[in-house]
């Protein structure tokens, strides 16, 4: 079972930047899609940026342009590089993994997702 840690969350103004990382327990080079999803109060779960076993990328639409999903295999870490954030980006953000292809993983869907981390916490202020 993949242990997931999070961590790089914050508070900064509208315009700013942050970078997440989520640390796995194990290695998921080739085997796992990995994701970042969020939840702001009183909202469902999103689908943010999802990166395939073969790094395929898809984002939301909401991020296109502004964040950047990338990872480090050697670290066993995924990245997001969050720029030009707006208070609308306020959320907990939760980091996933699932061991499938990249067919499945591409619907950015927190239901396919089978491992999470705990969450970091990212407030933005206009």
């Known amino acids: 079972q993949v242990q997931l840690v999070e961590s790089g969350g914050g508070s900064v103004q509208s315009g700013g930047s942050l970078k997440l990382s989520c640390v796995a327990s194990e290695s998921t080079y080739r085997r796992y899609c990995m994701g970042w999803f969020r939840q702001a109060p009183g909202k469902e779960r999103e689908g943010v940026a999802i990166i395939g076993s073969d790094g395929s990328t898809k984002y939301a639409d909401s991020v296109k342009g502004r964040f950047i999903i990338s990872q480090d295999n050697a670290k066993n870490t995924l990245y997001l590089q969050m720029n030009s954030l707006k208070p609308e980006d306020t959320a907990m953000y939760y980091c996933?993994?699932?061991?499938?292809?990249?067919?499945?993983?591409?619907?950015?869907?927190?239901?396919?997702?089978?491992?999470w981390g705990k969450g970091t916490l990212v407030t933005i202020s206009s």
């Open positions: 996933a993994a699932r061991a499938a292809r990249w067919s499945v993983c591409q619907s950015l869907n927190q239901y396919v997702m089978d491992y």
